[in-house]
Nanobody, 117 residues
């Protein structure tokens, strides 16, 4: 069973940067497409970014394009989300996920990101 553990969240000022990490264990990480969702206060969970198994293709929601970068290190079983030029509206709990095949998706427990104005 795959386990996903996020880290790297915290409190940052507007315009600052954070790098989130999500470490996977218990599965074959390189065979999963992975990515990030987020859920802000009183909001629904929304897609942020994803990356294919090889890392050759990445996808972003429009609101983070040019500011966030997703990457992965299959040797370390880890996916990253580099977040620059952070805005208060980026405040949310960030969840990583892995598409495990056969329609199953595994989730991490989430990490809080708070951007102060």
């Amino acid at each position: 069973q795959v386990q996903l553990v996020e880290s790297g969240g915290g409190l940052v000022q507007t315009g600052g940067s954070l790098r989130l990490s999500c470490a996977a264990s218990g599965g074959t990480f390189s065979t999963y497409a992975v990515g990030w969702f987020r859920q802000g206060p009183a909001k629904e969970r929304e897609f942020v970014a994803s990356i294919t198994r090889s890392g050759g293709s990445t996808y972003y929601t429009d609101s983070v394009k040019g500011r966030f970068t997703i990457s992965r290190d299959n040797a370390k079983n880890t996916v990253y989300l580099q977040m620059n030029s952070l805005k208060p509206e980026d405040t949310a709990v960030y969840y990583c996920y892995a598409d495990l095949g056969s329609g199953y998706r595994g989730w991490g427990q989430g990490t809080q990101v708070t951007v102060s104005s």
